[in-house]
């Protein structure tokens, strides 16, 4: 801010411009550049609780079966990447990063395809993660099965949950994971 204001300063006296104009036609620019600061520290944010969540979790699914995970930072702590181990599933895995203003998440899925989700946080204190599906590797077409949305919630430090939306021919099945980190 004090870079913009020796900015306009320097305008007005090496140029004669008016003041009032040069602040009114740089208004624009810093409204968008502090939305802009704004929206990248609710990512980092966000990123520091999908940090927080470093190591082994256990809980149940929606139906009462076990499921186990694990986080863990990666590559200088830029990158958080989770194992999860669900009841009569093969182990998947889930990278999540962050992409200017969100959050990514790329999944490695048992059926071989690679989701690609995006979440934009949209609060200081992050209580949730909505991941919309952007793309994925692997995956011939839409009408293929896929995971096409994962909302993670944050409860509290030892207690979250992950709702996965497995998506085929256009139909939605939600997979719900309780987790609680083990002690």
């Known amino acids: ?10 305008a ?11 602040i009114h036609k740089h208004a624009t620019a810093i ?8 929206q990248t520290d609710h990512a980092t944010e966000a990123f520091q609780k999908l940090q927080s969540l470093a190591g082994d979790w256990k809980g149940k699914d929606e139906l009462g079966n076990e499921v186990k995970s694990n986080f863990k930072l990666m590559i200088s702590n830029t ?3 989770e194992t999860l181990d669900a009841s009569g ?3 998947m895995l889930t990278l999540y990063s ?3 203003n969100g959050i990514s998440l790329l999944h490695y899925c048992p059926t ?3 989701p690609h989700m995006r979440a934009i946080p949209s609060l200081e204190n992050v209580s949730q993660l909505a991941f919309s599906f952007l793309n994925a590797g ?27 939306t497995w998506q085929r021919n256009g139909k939605d099945t939600e997979m719900i994971y309780h987790l609680a980190r083990k002690k």
């Open 89 to 91: 599933m093969e182990e």
């Open 138 to 164: 692997n995956l011939p077409n839409i009408a293929v099965g896929h995971e096409h949305r994962m909302i993670m919630d944050f409860e509290d430090k030892d207690h979250i949950t992950e709702r996965w």
């Open 112 to 114: 071989n395809n690679q």
């Open 12 to 22: 007005v006296s090496n140029y004669g411009l008016n003041e009032s104009c040069v």
């Open 98 to 100: 962050v992409d200017g």
């Open 79 to 81: 990158v958080v990447m």
């Open 31 to 38: 409204v968008f550049s502090l939305f802009a600061q704004q």
């Open 1 to 10: 801010m004090r870079c913009l204001l020796l900015l306009v300063s320097l």
